[in-house]
Structures are given as C-alpha cells and as structure tokens.
C-alpha cells in the first residue's frame, strides 16, 4: 500500500512539473531572418509573418505547425502574388523551424525548449490568450505597425 502510493505521488510529481509550465511573454521579429517588405514597402507581407509569430510561440501540435506554415505562404501569395518568393519562405521555416532545434523562432518558442509537438491544455490555451491580450495592451498595433 505505501509503495502504491509512493508511486502515485511520484507520478503526480512529474505530470504536475511537465504541465505546470508558464509559457513566456509573446514576441516577434516580423520576418525572422527575412525582409519584413520589399523598397518601397517594407512592411508588405509583415503582417503574414507576425501572425504566423503568434502560431509558432503558441506551439501546438505537428498538424497546426503546417497548417501555420501552410497559411504563411498563403498571406504572402495574397499580399504579393509572387508565389516564388512564398514558396522559399514556406520551405525555409519548413526546415529551419522544427522544435528540435533549440532557437528563438522553432515551434512552441514561448515554452522552454523540449517541448515538441503537444497539443496545448484548456489552461496552456488560456496562459496564451492572456499573454496575448498583454502584449496588445503595450504594443496595440503589433510589430508591424507603422510608426
């Protein structure tokens, strides 16, 4: 009986230590390592890129990184019609911005590394939205805004 319980508490301890992580304060870069724009404009496809932020500081799971990645190259396609362009971005964070790597822009980059692809808790959604609606209230227009 006292080793069961032992056991249990063991348990408990990890589960509480592997989900009981704050995610970090949301921030972005624009266009990590990539123009924001072109002359002329350079913030055009800005606005792709810090929502795709957002995405990838969040985390979530391998699907919802495509789906990301995926919407990116979307935006810009929109934004600018050069599907070429897009499509480099696309590839680029395709390989550089796995979790494994332990940079500032990987998947999930507000949680400490070695996270991987997880799907986010009802409470990790909610430490998100939170730290979200606090970047907003000190940066309202994001990023990219024109200053």
Known sequence: MRTRFALWLFAAAL???AHGQAIRPFTSDGCTLWPDGKPGDRRLWC???FTHDMAYWRGGTEAEREQADA????????KTGD???ATVMHDGI????SPVFPDWYRWGYGWPYGRGYQPLTH???AQ???KLREYFRASPGGYCARR
Do not use: D, K, Q
């Open 128 to 130: 998100a939205r939170e």
């Open 94 to 97: 395709r390989v550089t911005g």
């Open 47 to 49: 606005g792709c890129c």
């Open 71 to 78: 919407a990116l190259r979307a935006c810009v396609v929109e």
């Open 83 to 85: 599907t070429r362009m």
């Open 15 to 17: 589960l509480s230590c």
């Open 123 to 125: 409470h990790e959604r």
